[in-house]
């Protein structure tokens, strides 16, 4: 067999394959709600060493055992330098004293660990064991004076809350960076309101005077911010604006929890600010404008001190950025502010390459809306059937039409394919329960995509919506096309590290759970009735297509099987 012809027989079962390989990718990236934390603007933490305890079957703090010389369990150097040489194997460790697992050692004294590196006779080590066959203990970690006494506290402290966090508190900024880092870390994991309780305990002239030195890392400064906007007052709103207008990267660099500090303490009065430099202001750095994004996100799910209204109007500033208005439209969908859906329909007709990232949102937008409209039928349905019947009976509402268009591309990547067949498959029911408002605005997002002379790039990114909507790959793919202004900010601020793949992966976290439920059911099950007699279901030999779908799935992996062995075979024998 010729190479041409083996070429040719694998084209097929290697684009099945990868139609596969995106199918499951799409359905593990469905985003997982995120977890609240007491610094939503902190960087990534690593585990705590209370953590780490509380996963151990036994914990003990040890010294190496001297040799009969006086020095480490090893030889000392041939040089005859006292200072031993780096040791590569198992070392002797005396027990001081455990903190954990007493049933597990029983009388043990001593124990054997692997160790490598530079022993230190006259230090005390921690070291964590995992119960198996026998204990199996970690790298020992070396522990000066002070975190001695820290990590035989940790045991006893409270499981969480104030009193907990009250113990670290005191570790902030410690000369002892293992220290510090911990103390940063149980802080940056704990839940906001457990903060909330050190109100009456926290340092304020502390905290305010690291967060003006520009030398501490901006991760924790971020945390300060966080902290002061619970303990600090209108005195310090004059300080947190300056800093706010600063040209000095290094001053604002925490500058999303500086914005949200700000608003908690200077509350609707402070927004005027933030509008003008990052919001409105269309020269302002993505980076900054990210940041104020994430700070009035942080009010909106963690804070009250912003009214609502207000906060959403602020929102709304974006919309006048096409190239960015995606990073707020989920917020507005979560935040149930439907007054919109004009400027995002035209939004949708009018993207071009810099802004074509906004169609996913604004279908998704669209989507939660219809959400809304159905849900709330729903519970007039109860309230009085016969109304409900009636009035879908004399004053029924066009269903949208099957997905040609446009709108074929809002199908979710996540939708099971046998509910999103079954749904275009069905004529239009005159049960359907949706708003004669929202059945416009989602006939004109469609009509966007199918104008007369659609342009080639347009056509291009509704497709890819299609398949990536959920996975952020549209996002990842058209990153390469986006404007300067929209570059990842430098990597001194990691902690803030805003990239245009993030807000494509923030789809409203119970909004587009509830609008795939809607977009993949028929109408007629989504108000809880049956099908009038006039409508008909497609079928095929009278057997519904919904019931086809899992035979032709099985099919089509035959086939692919088949396909792959033929492939395979060809090759042995070419």
């Known amino acids: 067999m010729s190479s041409i012809h083996r070429g040719r027989r694998l084209e097929l079962p290697m684009r099945t394959a990868l139609l596969l390989a995106g199918l499951l990718v799409a359905i593990a990236a469905t985003p997982l709600p995120p977890v609240a934390s007491a610094c ?31 020095t480490a369990a090893v030889e000392t150097a041939a040089d005859g330098d006292a200072a031993a040489p780096p040791v590569q194997g198992k070392t002797r460790f005396h027990i001081d004293k455990v903190l954990k697992g007493e049933e597990l050692l029983g009388d043990t004294e001593e124990i054997e660990v692997l160790f490598f590196g530079q ?54 900024e410690h000369s002892d960076p293992m220290l510090a880092q911990d103390a940063y870390d149980e802080f940056a994991k704990a839940p906001y309101a457990e903060v909330g309780e050190l109100k009456d305990q926290m340092d304020h002239d502390q905290l305010v005077a690291w967060i003006q030195n520009n030398d501490v890392v901006s991760s924790r400064r971020r945390l300060y911010l966080t902290m002061l906007g619970i303990c600090g007052s209108e005195a310090d709103v004059p300080m947190l604006a300056e800093m706010i207008r600063s040209e000095d990267r290094e001053t604002k660099s925490a500058l999303d929890a500086l914005i949200a500090c700000y608003l908690t303490l200077n509350g609707n009065d402070g927004l005027p600010l933030v509008e003008e430099l990052y919001l409105a202001n269309p020269d302002a750095e993505y980076t900054d404008t990210y940041a104020a994004i994430m700070a009035l996100r942080f009010h909106g799910q963690e804070q009250h001190a912003v009214d609502r209204e207000r906060l959403l109007a602020a929102m709304r500033l974006m919309l006048n950025r096409p190239t960015l208005a995606d990073l707020v439209i989920p917020d507005l969908a979560r935040w149930e502010d439907w007054s919109v859906v004009d400027e995002l329909v035209t939004l949708y007709k009018e993207a071009d390459t810099e802004s074509s990232w906004v169609r996913v949102p604004v279908i998704h937008y669209l989507r939660a809306l219809q959400s809304k409209v159905d849900s709330d ?83 291009a ?38 990239t245009r793949e993030e807000p494509a992966a923030m789809s409203t976290e119970s909004s587009d759970a509830a609008a795939a439920k809607v ?36 099919l089509l992996f035959g086939l692919f099987i088949l396909l792959l062995v033929g492939n395979r075979r060809s090759g042995q024998h070419g």
């Open 40 to 70: 939503p603007f902190c960087g990534t933490v690593t585990q705590t060493l209370g953590e780490e305890i509380a996963g151990a079957s036994a914990v003990v703090l040890a010294k190496i055992v001297p040799a009969e010389g006086g």
């Open 461 to 498: 990114v509704d497709t890819s919506a299609a398949t990536t909507a959920t996975t952020g790959a549209q996002r990842a793919d058209e990153q390469t096309t986006a404007p300067a202004a929209a570059a990842p900010p430098a990597a001194s601020d990691t902690a803030a590290s805003p």
């Open 377 to 459: 039928l729903k519970e007039l349905a109860q309230v009085d059937p016969d109304a409900y019947k009636r009035a879908n009976t004399f004053f029924p509402v066009k269903a949208a039409p099957p997905a040609t268009t446009a709108s074929a591309s809002t199908t979710d990547a996540s939708t099971p394919a046998a509910q999103t067949s079954d749904a275009q498959t069905t004529e239009p029911q005159t049960t359907d329960a949706q708003s004669a408002d929202v059945g416009a605005a989602g006939d004109a997002s469609n009509t966007s995509a199918s104008s007369n002379e659609p342009s080639d790039s347009d056509a």
């Open 519 to 554: 977009a993949t059911t028929a109408p007629a099950e989504r108000d809880g009735q049956s099908a009038p007699r006039g409508d008909k279901v497609a079928t095929v030999g009278g057997v519904g297509l919904l019931a086809l779908l899992p035979i032709a799935g099985l």
């Open 119 to 172: 022993p230190k006779p006259e230090s005390t080590y921690l070291l964590l064991g995992i119960e198996g066959p026998s204990l199996d203990w970690g790298t020992p970690i070396v522990l000066t004076d002070e975190a001695v006494d820290y990590v035989s506290q940790l045991p006893g402290l409270p499981a969480k809350g104030g009193e907990r966090l009250a113990f670290f508190q005191q570790y902030f």
